[in-house]
């Protein structure tokens, strides 16, 4: 289902940019430094914001091949014709957003800490699946904590395993290595001086 869209590398997460000008500069230097993926989230913005921002980004993650993915609005993604969508535990079940988003949409998943969570995304049309906070995070400092293993028993789900939390270029590795296909971050790289320079450092974990 992601068969066309890169199957490894950064997926970089919006942060909750009000400045829809700053946000489309930030995520043009980190496309152009290389990520692999894109979720547009924003837990602050208004409705009409979010709608206004996800569509402004859409045509620039389509200058660099770059799948754009809603986080937690199916629907939203459906309006706007992203190329897909991010559900956590909270935002609805996958099988409607599968439904109306097609078989060729991007439908991850936030599975946590937990397999039996990954394995029933997977069953309900999920074409990848998340783990974390694997580190302390910033953007969720209370979130439950993954263990590394995890990403090695998840191998057996045929889709790719997504970790989060706290990822840095220097932690990275280990959990490539442990088997995560793509790392997300928000802050490492949105938060840096140069986020072009920061998106550079975690694609050379590859």
């Keep these: 289902m992601t068969s066309h869209w890169p199957q490894r590398g950064l997926y970089t997460i919006t942060p909750d940019q009000q400045d829809t000008e700053r946000l489309l500069a930030d995520v043009a230097l980190v496309l152009g430094a290389g990520a ?26 389509r200058r660099h091949g770059v799948p754009l993915i809603i986080n937690d609005d199916w629907r939203l993604a459906a309006a706007i014709g992203a190329d897909g969508a991010h559900l956590g535990e909270d935002d609805g079940q996958l099988g409607p957003a599968r ?18 969570l990954a394995r029933q995304a997977v069953a309900a049309g999920a074409s990848y699946v998340a783990f974390g906070a694997f580190f302390a995070s910033s953007t969720k400092p209370l979130a439950r904590r993954a263990s590394p293993v995890l990403l090695g028993d998840a191998a057996g789900l045929g889709v790719p395993r997504v970790a989060i939390g706290g990822i840095t270029p220097d932690n990275a590795p280990g959990l490539i290595a442990a088997g995560a296909d793509l790392v997300a971050v928000i802050s490492g790289v949105f938060d840096a001086p140069d986020p072009a320079e920061a998106t550079r450092a975690y694609v050379d974990c590859f």
């Design 36 to 61: 692999s993926w894109l979720q547009y989230r924003n837990k602050t913005a208004s409705a009409a914001t979010r709608q206004f921002q996800a569509t402004a980004l859409l045509p620039l993650c």
């Design 99 to 116: 439904a109306t988003l097609g078989g060729s949409a991007i439908l991850g998943a936030s599975c946590y800490d937990r397999l039996d």
